[in-house]
Nanobody, 126 residues
């Protein structure tokens, strides 16, 4: 099983910024896959936040457009999510996901992702 390890979560105040990371295991070439960030708040369904395919095309959830930026450092085999202007509605466990072979993504459909990380908690206080 390929390991995806999230880090960087924490607590911030409303309006603050935070960057979370997802380090992929060496045997998984993140640059050649579609990868994404998902989040799940207590009592709510998991939702897609942003994705980036092997060609660099990015897709964002409407509610995070202009505030969140997904990026990938191919040399470090690491995925990032830069978050700014955070609000309590952004509080959730954030998960990193990657496709098994697919280089492209179908919007933020979760079924296409085969590998998932354990998640990192992001808490935004008012």
């Amino acid at each position: 099983q390929v390991r995806l390890a999230e880090s960087g979560g924490g607590s911030v105040q409303t309006g603050g910024s935070l960057t979370i990371s997802c380090a992929a295991a060496p045997e998984y070439t993140a640059s050649g896959r579609c990868m994404a960030w998902y989040r799940q708040a207590p009592g709510k369904e998991r939702e897609g936040v942003a994705s980036i395919n092997a060609y660099g095309t990015k897709v964002y959830r409407e509610t995070v457009k202009g505030r969140f930026t997904i990026s990938r450092d191919n040399a470090k085999n690491t995925l990032y999510l830069q978050m700014r202007s955070l609000s309590p509605n952004d509080s959730a466990i954030y998960y990193c996901a990657g496709t098994r072979y697919r280089r492209d993504c179908v919007s933020l459909e979760s079924a296409q992702y085969y590998y998932w990380g354990q998640g990192t908690q992001v808490t935004v206080s008012s």
